[in-house]
């Protein structure tokens, strides 16, 4: 079983709301990123987690806060988004964060900024 | 950094054709090398994945093929189906950090 799952699917929320994101794995991994797409573009990096520990930040504005609250969960916590904020959000996981690499990919939450 | 070039950037080829998309990369430290393919609405999905020890690797209809000297891999689909009609990205383990490092994207369409 190779699932990542992620919800919600879509989510609208104004520039002073604040919601969060959720992912789930039951793979054991021990690694788990997000990853922001905007349309036809490739996924961006913005966090990778290790050991339920954050050790990559991509430079993320301080409006995205993840949460890593067990190895099986991760959340990215939102506030006072900008428009160009929206985008789809994806959620993946490895077995570690080192050289195996494989990655796999939840189906994303579809997220617009009004 | 690693940077990573795709191409092409959108290829249309006949049911029962074949199908080849290449990436090229820039830091010879890289030694994993993975192909996506995501669908609209989806997330992207590993549909097979070589490493630097290895020079080919099959899976059915689909294979990668790397030249570590020339510091480019490849995706080959053989017997295109309507189904295999996708947006593909390569990726490189940029080997100083173990970031992945995706290509800009190939939007594969396969005409019935």
């Known amino acids: 079983d190779t699932e990542v799952t992620q919800t919600p699917k879509h989510l609208v929320m104004g520039m002073t709301n604040k919601k969060s994101l959720k992912c789930e794995q039951h793979?054991?991994?021990?690694?788990m990123y997000w990853y922001k797409q905007k349309a036809k573009k490739p996924p961006e990096l913005m966090f990778v987690?290790?050991?339920?520990?954050?050790?990559i930040n991509e430079s993320v504005p301080s409006r995205f806060s993840p949460e890593c609250p067990n190895s099986s969960l991760l959340n990215l916590h939102l506030h006072a988004l900008q428009p160009e904020d929206s985008a789809l959000y994806l959620c993946a996981s490895s077995q570690e964060a080192g050289p195996l690499g494989e990655q796999y990919f939840g189906p994303g939450t579809r997220l617009t900024v009004t | 950094g690693e940077n990573v070039e795709q191409h092409p950037s959108t290829l249309s080829v006949q049911e029962g054709d074949s199908a080849v998309i290449k990436c090229t990369y820039s830091?010879?430290?890289?030694?994993?090398f993975p192909w996506y393919k995501q669908e609209l609405g989806k997330g992207p999905q590993l549909i097979i994945d070589?490493?630097?020890?290895?020079g080919e690797k099959k899976d059915q209809r689909i294979a990668v093929t790397l030249n570590k000297t020339a510091k480019h891999f490849s995706l080959h689909i053989t017997e295109t189906q309507p189904e295999d009609s996708a947006v593909y990205f390569c990726?490189?383990?940029?080997?100083?950090?173990?970031?992945?490092?995706f290509g800009s994207g190939t939007r594969l369409l396969v005409r019935p």
């Open positions: 990726a490189v383990l940029w080997g100083s950090s173990y970031k992945l490092i």
């Open positions: 987690y290790s050991y339920e520990k954050l050790s």
């Open positions: 793979m054991g991994h021990r690694a």
């Open positions: 070589i490493r630097s020890n290895v």
């Open positions: 830091d010879s430290a890289s030694n994993y």
